[in-house]
């Protein structure tokens, strides 16, 4: 106990003694006393001096962090709106395409009677082959008025109610079309088929004679007792020969996109004004 006294009180005399001498060092600028306290002091100061920089650097990292995830959520927020924008706006581009057809369908065929329609609901499947629109009777949609879109033919109205209509397009295996080639003048019947069906496309059968080649194109003829004539139909894409030998047959891609059908223009009263 004796021994631990005395070892404090020596202690607390040397660190006394330390301090009066870094002082008079200092003050006095004493080389040899402020180059061996330096001495002494320099691992402390170091240390001192390294705890504070982490010290700093630790809240700096933390601070940056928190700034980072901040600037991160807003940019991802950010992002959400101009996708939801971005959407809104090829919405309405599309919108705007879909009116501006029917439009220039209008102008095209200002001769008839024409009230737009769109599509408001259609048999299962990928194709639009029946389908309903929202105009009926009480706009003078009846039964066989005409239905184009896309500048082409779509079909017709197979029933009517006062407020819809019911469309049998060219593509079902229902449909019978009087059509027409524009560069020869042959006439034949372009029929919906269940197989082309699912790949877009009609047939058209027509005499054997016909110098018909892939590219011509096809509209309604004047034989027609629904079409009026000179609809534009689509172009040939395949020719085969009937197994008879008296006619051939030719694959049709219609103009009209029977995937992606939203609006329509409705040739009213048999296209008779």
Known sequence: MKFNKKFKKTGLIATVALIIIVIIG??????????GVSYILYPIQKSIIFISSRSSDMTYY????????????????????????????AEYKNENNNLKDILDMKQRYRDYQGVGASIIGKEPGNWYKVFNIDKGTQHNVSENSVILANGGLVGHVLSATPISGKVLSIIDDRSSVSAKIVRTGDTGIL???????SLGLCKLEINIESEI???????????SSIYPPGIPIGTVEEIEQGKNGLTQYAYIKPIVDFKHLEQTLVII?????
């Open 269 to 273: 009263s048999n296209g008779i004004n």
């Open 213 to 223: 080649v892939k590219g011509d194109q096809v509209i309604t003829s004047h034989l």
């Open 191 to 197: 029929r919906g088929d269940i197989e082309l069906a």
């Open 26 to 35: 200092k003050k006095y600028n004493i080389p040899v006393i402020s180059t």
């Open 62 to 89: 933390f601070k940056n962090r928190y700034e980072l995830a901040d600037e991160n959520k807003n940019l991802k927020q950010e992002n959400e709106k101009l996708v939801y924008e971005n959407t809104l706006l």
